[in-house]
């Protein structure tokens, strides 16, 4: 089967989703690109819901956060992590500080976390789809569970950016 967007087939399983986690985070790139042509970028990142909910800056960080811990402590726990002094502030379960990272420092994290990520997912192929990497064995998640969470997981934070997005430029007319 060809990819109707591209004249590169999808081979396997593992090249489908990875094309998945790429369409995401191309929706994912133009909400930040969109932010950074508002008059205040830093005002949008910074802006939340309420109280104590995730401002759009912690969103976007947490995506590539997240990329990272499974790039490294999850997928390939001997490879060394970066941006480990980030994982206290963004990783899941955290608590939502109001020190709001730049477009610049979130551009950073995403490119290198996806980098990195998919050169975690190069040592995976569909042979390995059902095997349980041992980190996640107490979740009992499976390679294929990890693919489509990886890719859940930014549509959905992206969803939730781009909605607190519109709804400070609504505020802001």
């Known amino acids: 089967m060809t990819s109707p967007d ?6 396997t399983t593992v090249d489908i989703l990875i094309r998945s986690m790429q369409f995401n985070r191309d929706r994912t790139l133009a909400t930040l690109d969109e932010i950074e042509k508002l008059p205040d970028p830093q005002a949008a990142l910074a802006y939340r819901a309420g109280p104590g909910r995730a401002h759009i800056g912690w969103q976007l960080m947490h995506v590539g956060v997240t990329e990272e ?27 939502v500080d109001d020190d709001v990272p730049t477009a610049a420092a979130i551009r950073e994290v995403l ?63």
Do not use: C, M
């Open 111 to 173: 490119k290198g976390a996806r980098e990195r990520l998919l050169a975690t997912l190069a040592n995976y192929s569909d042979d390995r789809l059902g095997e349980i990497p041992p980190p996640l064995a107490a979740r009992k998640l499976t390679f294929l569970n990890v693919l489509h969470i990886l890719s859940w997981h930014e549509a959905h934070h992206q969803g939730q950016a781009h909605v607190t997005l519109n709804t400070f430029k609504g505020l802001a007319k």
């Open 6 to 11: 591209r004249d590169v087939p999808d081979r």
């Open 69 to 95: 811990i499974f790039a490294t402590e999850r997928l390939a726990p001997d490879k060394a992590p970066q941006w480990t002094e980030l994982w206290p502030r963004f990783r899941g379960g955290s608590t």
